[in-house]
């Protein structure tokens, strides 16, 4: 049995799930599909958001802000010069993204926005009647509008551009630790340098006076380039030294932008 849908959006992270928010609004009903089971879970970014950005959305995530960033300093690779860029207001939340993805459900749920966990879309194909069809392992839906908000996963992309793709993809890795020194807590910090990071940078983004989140993309294995940075390097090495390694996550970054324009039969 095929279900009729008015939108149908492919991920409940805080892009799919803000842009349904925003349909709500204007009154139309979407249907979120999330593959995970738990909203917010497995967590995937340092979660730096900006201020101004999430105040012209009216998104206030007050329960989930960590800390708050008036600025960042960058390092050269030789970490021996520096840049910073600061200004009195605050410019960017530090957010638990658990809780932050949480509270645009909540939020998007009390929109009477319908969201779907454990929803893997499958597969998605254009029909001649001029809707989209979607098959996920329980049932098959039907809708006039396509929103693809999957992320660095890109296989509903693949699927219909297939080896047309022309994105770069990177993996990722990041901690949150205990027991860094000489931290800035309203600044982020940035170390650029290939021995750091082929292709990307490193952050080390202050929670608190001792928290810390310390993460990095690179190709090539980012376990070694993160033991290599905490060790070695010049100016981090000093802060990480007594580190301990509370948690621990995984993913993956679009350095080449977005794959350029693609939307037209209802599809976004």
Same mark, same amino acid.
């Not at 909203?39 to 959305?57: D, K, M, N, Q």
């Not at 708050?68 to 520096?82: D, F, H, K, T, W």
């Not at 940078?201 to 380039?225: K, S």
């Given at each position: 049995?095929?279900?009729?849908?008015?939108?149908?959006?492919?991920?409940?992270?805080?892009?799919?799930?803000?842009?349904?928010?925003?349909?709500?609004?204007?009154?139309?009903?979407?249907?979120?599909?999330?593959?995970?089971?738990?909203?917010?879970?497995?967590?995937?970014?340092?979660?730096?958001?900006?201020?101004?950005?999430?105040?012209?959305?009216?998104?206030?995530?007050?329960?989930?802000?960590?800390?708050?960033?008036?600025?960042?300093?960058?390092?050269?690779?030789?970490?021996?010069?520096?840049?910073?860029?600061?200004?009195?207001?605050?410019?960017?939340?530090?957010?638990?993204?658990?809780?932050?993805?949480?509270?645009?459900? /909540?939020?998007?749920?009390?929109?009477?926005?319908?969201?779907?966990?454990?929803?893997?879309?499958?597969?998605?194909?254009?029909?001649?009647?001029?809707?989209?069809?979607?098959?996920?392992? /329980?049932?098959?839906?039907?809708?006039?509008?396509?929103?693809?908000?999957?992320?660095?996963?890109?296989?509903?992309?693949?699927?219909?551009?297939? /080896?047309?793709?022309?994105?770069?993809?990177?993996?990722?890795?990041?901690?949150?630790?205990?027991?860094?020194?000489?931290?800035?807590?309203?600044?982020?910090?940035?170390?650029?340098?290939?021995?750091?990071?082929?292709?990307?940078?490193?952050?080390?983004?202050?929670?608190?006076?001792?928290?810390?989140?310390?993460?990095?993309?690179?190709?090539?294995?980012?376990?070694?380039?993160?033991?290599?940075?905490?060790?070695?390097?010049?100016?981090?090495?000093?802060?990480?030294?007594?580190?301990?390694?509370?948690?621990?996550?995984?993913?993956?970054?679009?350095?080449?932008?977005?794959?350029?324009?693609?939307?037209?039969?209802?599809?976004?």
């Amino acid at each position: 049995m095929t279900r009729d849908l008015e939108v149908a959006v492919i991920g409940a992270g805080p892009i799919g799930l803000i842009f349904s928010i925003e349909l709500a609004k204007q009154g139309y009903l979407s249907t979120v599909f999330e593959e995970d089971k738990t909203i917010g879970r497995p967590c995937h970014c340092a979660g730096i958001l900006s201020v101004s950005g999430l105040s012209r959305l009216g998104i206030k995530p007050k329960n989930c802000v960590e800390n708050r960033l008036r600025g960042a300093v960058i390092y050269s690779p030789s970490g021996e010069y520096s840049i910073y860029v600061k200004r009195e207001e605050y410019q960017a939340y530090v957010v638990n993204r658990e809780k932050f993805d949480q509270y645009l459900y /909540d939020v998007a749920v009390s929109q009477d926005v319908r969201v779907l966990t454990n929803s893997k879309v499958l597969r998605v194909r254009f029909g001649n009647d001029g809707f989209w069809r979607l098959e996920t392992r /329980d049932r098959n839906y039907r809708s006039k509008v396509l929103v693809n908000a999957e992320g660095a996963g890109r296989n509903i992309v693949k699927q219909l551009l297939g /080896d047309n793709i022309k994105q770069k993809i990177i993996p990722a890795l990041q901690y949150d630790v205990r027991g860094a020194k000489d931290l800035e807590v309203d600044t982020t910090e940035i170390y650029l340098g290939s021995s750091w990071s082929n292709g990307f940078f490193v952050w080390i983004t202050p929670l608190d006076d001792d928290r810390a989140r310390v993460g990095l993309a690179t190709r090539g294995n980012p376990l070694e380039y993160m033991k290599h940075f905490m060790s070695k390097h010049p100016i981090a090495s000093r802060k990480l030294s007594r580190a301990k390694i509370e948690k621990t996550y995984g993913g993956r970054i679009i350095i080449s932008g977005d794959i350029g324009r693609f939307s037209g039969n209802g599809f976004l």
